[in-house]
């Protein structure tokens, strides 16, 4: 099946820089993106995702690039906040073929230092 | 307007024991998904449902892990028999034009 390879494992940066998650993918039918922030004892909650059609998102702090050819998108977190130290997961899915399975990264633990 | 809910949210277990984990998707979402969670592995599929039919089983869990979907707002998850390694944190998610949401989760421990 798809594998979906998420570096790095562990992220620390200073408050207020900017922090970058990649992934990449191997199946070229995939054409949707989730980037999931996952907080201790809490469920993974989606903060941003990216579809196909689309090179680069923004949500606030949040942005999402694709570069489908290379098969590797990233999220980057601007003006980091401690509030983002968590886990964040990527995912990559094939969507509309009337069936959806999700490939997940193994995940970034990110600690912000104030 | 109500997510995915768990229940129950913790559960204890010896091993040898059936226990049976519950899930309610978001209202209208037609896939719902279980999935495992441990540090080591990260998120391992065990089941998906697109309309209450079974679409994928999750291969290596077949044999103790049975998932079942009898209506499309409910599905559950039983374990029979549970192991020690079973100990993990189980999510229920469902989705919407692509988008998935999850559940909280039950945490299980297998003495």
């Known amino acids: 099946g798809e594998q979906v390879e998420q570096l790095p494992s562990i992220l620390r940066v200073q408050e207020g820089s900017s922090a970058s998650i990649n992934c990449s993918y191997e199946d070229s039918a995939s054409n949707y993106f989730p980037w999931y922030k996952q907080e201790p004892g809490e469920n993974p909650k989606l903060i941003i995702d990216i579809r196909s059609n689309m090179e680069r998102k923004q949500i606030q702090e949040l942005i999402v690039l694709l570069d489908k050819k290379a098969k590797r998108f990233s999220l980057h977190i601007t003006d980091t906040q401690p509030g983002d130290s968590a886990m964040y997961f990527c995912?990559?899915?094939?969507w509309g073929t009337g069936y959806q399975n999700f490939y997940f990264g193994k995940g970034t633990s990110l600690t912000v230092i104030p | 307007d109500a997510g995915v809910t768990q229940t129950p949210r913790h559960e204890v277990a010896e091993k040898g024991q059936t226990i049976i984990l519950k899930c309610e998707p978001v209202?209208?979402?037609?896939?719902l998904f279980w999935y495992r969670q441990t540090k080591i592995q990260g998120l391992e599929l065990l089941s998906y449902f697109r309309s209450k039919s079974l679409m994928e089983d999750g291969g290596a869990f077949k044999d103790r892990f049975k998932a079942e979907m009898l209506n499309s707002s409910f599905s559950t998850l039983k374990i029979q028999p549970t192991e020690p390694k079973d100990s993990a944190v189980y999510l229920c998610a469902s989705s919407h034009n692509a988008e998935q949401f999850f559940g909280p989760g039950t945490r299980l421990t297998v003495l």
């Open positions: 209202s209208g979402h037609n896939d």
């Open positions: 995912a990559a899915s094939v």
